[in-house]
């Protein structure tokens, strides 16, 4: 596998992600897939824009790995925002997840819970209920933006791994295999 940060692993990454676009939306959050129409869906988002304006810097949703929903991989969701505007969202290798200037870090069953808004990302933050490496402050300041990003992630919509039958399960099992070797 290509080194990530590379044309080459952008390549691979592509690729996996046209194949794997070929099934029908909604997709299962935290896929590549997913990734891909959150970044169109913010990218096309004024009020985020506006919200954003005063944002710079890498924000990193990390998921923890949960075996027994089939996600056997932590999953790092990349996202380059600038001044209001999305300029890309992957899925990455752990190291680079871990290199963003701020990482969130949750269980899967904690993130359901931000994105059907029954937990506040900030407050949970600010709980101990989500993990942040960063600067606090800063992400309060930009709660407008965050709150957006949220509102956003429940647009796009899909369906969480704890939502999945046996079939749907193992097949998530599957994708997500393949995904940790592109990942390396």
């Not at 290509?2 to 080459?8: K, L, N, P, R």
């Not at 913010?42 to 810097?57: C, L, M, S, V």
């Not at 209001?84 to 200037?101: K, Q, T, W």
């Not at 942040?132 to 800063?138: E, M, N, Q, Y």
């Amino acid at each position: 596998m290509a080194q990530y940060g590379t044309d080459e692993w952008e390549a691979e990454y592509q690729a996996m992600l046209a194949d794997r676009m070929k099934n029908p939306a909604p997709y299962i959050y935290f896929t590549p897939e997913w990734a891909a129409l959150y970044e169109k869906t913010i990218q096309n988002d004024e009020p985020y824009k506006d919200a954003a304006k005063t944002w710079e810097g890498t924000v990193v949703l990390h998921v923890e790995k949960s075996p027994e929903w089939g996600l056997d991989i932590d999953v790092y969701v990349f996202m380059d925002l600038w001044h209001g505007e999305c300029r890309s969202i992957r899925i990455v290798p752990n190291d680079a997840g871990e290199a963003g200037d701020f990482v969130i870090t949750g269980s899967l069953e904690r993130w359901e819970q931000v994105a059907k808004k029954e937990l506040d990302s900030t407050k949970g933050m600010m709980q101990g209920k989500l993990k942040l490496k960063g600067d606090l402050p800063t992400i309060v300041r930009a709660v407008r933006a965050s709150q957006r990003l949220t509102d956003l992630s429940a647009d796009v919509g899909g369906f969480f791994p704890t939502e999945l039958n046996d079939e749907q399960k193992a097949e998530f099992k599957i994708a997500m295999d393949a995904l940790a070797k592109v990942l390396g």
